[in-house]
């Protein structure tokens, strides 16, 4: 039975609690090591290392240069372990007032200057991303399966039909109004980026009507690009299917709602690591 361990670095458990949901792999591999349900310090030898979290602390530096050398191969698991993800945020002068006030930083773990991708620390054999991922996903990853592929974008998943002549004039809020069934979301005025997110979620929120906030990450068209790559895609895709105003549109992609997908891009994480290659991704 194939041992593997997770190190939870900083994150918010939310890739713990989805692998935690595939319960399959219980028969078919030997969890050596996981924080949030085992007591234990220190990862032990293992042939895969899932982490998760970003490098946001110096524990967090030292328990990933640690872990790494115990394991034959490294995955970097989520949003946060890829680009850092949520702990971004403490890159905020607001939080980082709070952190590295003298008096109040007290049993809290020293922040590193910067928050940083895991890659950037040690060299990662293959990514799985999600914010969380998917059971289905965890499960392809860990029996390495030759038969999953992720579909190109959520939208092949989705399904849902392009009308041409259904363009809509401005963006509805995310949860505003009636959806309407089979049409696409874009097509009704709300901002879905399914178009250039990664499949392999099976379009969970874009089936019942929530747009796509890109959590499964860029799809193999921007894995390797810029930020800058992405908005203009997006901006046509809108032009092409609404007349919705182009300010309208760059607003909203740059509005917190999107912001942990942005951070996927190494660009704008601000981490200026090299893009990562296509084909080591799940
Ligand atoms: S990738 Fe998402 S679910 Fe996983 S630790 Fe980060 S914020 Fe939580
Ligand atoms: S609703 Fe979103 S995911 Fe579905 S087809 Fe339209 S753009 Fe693609």
Redesign the pocket.
Known sequence: MKRFAVLQLS?????EM?LLNAEEWIQEFDLAYMALVMSAYHVPEVEVLLV???VRTEEDLYRLRRAVRRAEEVIA?????ISG???NLGDRPEVREVFLAREKRIHLPHLLPKCRPIDTVVKVDRYLP???PTPELYMALLRKASDFKAATSVCQECGRKKPKDKRPAQLLGFQQGEVLPDVCLVNQGYLCIGTSTRGGCRALCTIPGYPCVG?RGPSNAFIEKESEVWFTSVHRVFAHMTDIPEDEIEAALRSPQLS?FLFQFADYAGAGQVPRHKDQVV
């Open positions: 994150g918010c458990s939310g890739c989805a998760t979290g970003g698991v989520g949003t946060c372990a993800g949520i702990a999600g914010c969380p959590c942990l």
